[in-house]
């Protein structure tokens, strides 16, 4: 199999369990696969304004696919001008259905929008502390997050960070078309995407842009997001640390993400060619 494109999670993949380091084993790989030409990707749930700087600082990597798929950004740092966004009538329908004890953001332009309500009571939804750092680097307490639709702001994902299976179902159903969305359901959470958004849907849409075949792609990942991603690529690895059916669903598992998995994956499948 030639590698021509290699496609990385973040959390729980490239970076250590800090959320924010990358090994040197990692950086030495992905800087020998650059050199041989193999376009190096990020692929993330995270918006782009929140990608560690170690990570901007890689100049190796030569595309990101942020917001789960819905962006494309050449070179980490500059969007590119096209981006899959969600259907801002639906988005208000939900909005006037859902619960005051259900926390929800609005991801859109680097910024995640939450209602000043909300923010001012930020201590009793039981949100991560790696989320709250997030928040506070990059988070915006608006008066009412209707007026951000009404603007017609592009909103890159709905983010539901900390709500149970039951909870995610009624969201789900609160939807005015289920149609117009894609979910990704998390442990600890429920992403909202435009139609057909998906990490898989990030990467299908750079290759093309790129002539690049899916089948040469490796992808890399540890989560929930990361599956259709690993399925639908030529090669998809696991993580060790990741969960079992992201492991079920990839054609192989490397070593942890603190035990330099990347790295492995990179050597024994793009580098040995």
Known sequence: MNIKMIAMDLDGTLLR???????????????????????????????????????????????????????????????????????????????????????????????????????????????????????RKIGKAVNDLQQLIDDGMPIEKINFPSIDRATQAVVMEGLLDSRLYSFIPMQEGLEVMGAGVSKEYGIRRLCAILGIGLDDVMAIGDSENDIEMLQACGKGIAMGNALDEVKDAADDVTLSNEADGVAQAIERYALRN
């Open 17 to 135: 369990n800090d959320h924010r380091s990358v090994s040197p084993s990692s950086l030495r790989a992905i800087g020998s696969a650059h050199s041989k030409d193999i376009v190096c990707v990020v692929a993330t749930g995270r918006i782009l304004s929140i990608i560690p700087e170690q990570v901007q600082a890689i100049s190796h990597i030569d595309w990101s696919v942020t917001s789960n798929g819905a962006v494309l950004n050449d070179d980490v740092n500059a969007m590119l001008a096209d981006g899959t966004y969600v259907d801002l009538q639906g988005t208000a329908h939900l909005l006037n259905s859902l619960s005051e004890h259900v926390w929800v953001e609005l991801w859109s332009c680097g910024k995640i929008y939450v209602s000043r309500r909300q923010w001012e009571s930020m201590d009793a939804y039981g949100l991560r502390p790696l989320h709250i750092q997030a928040l």
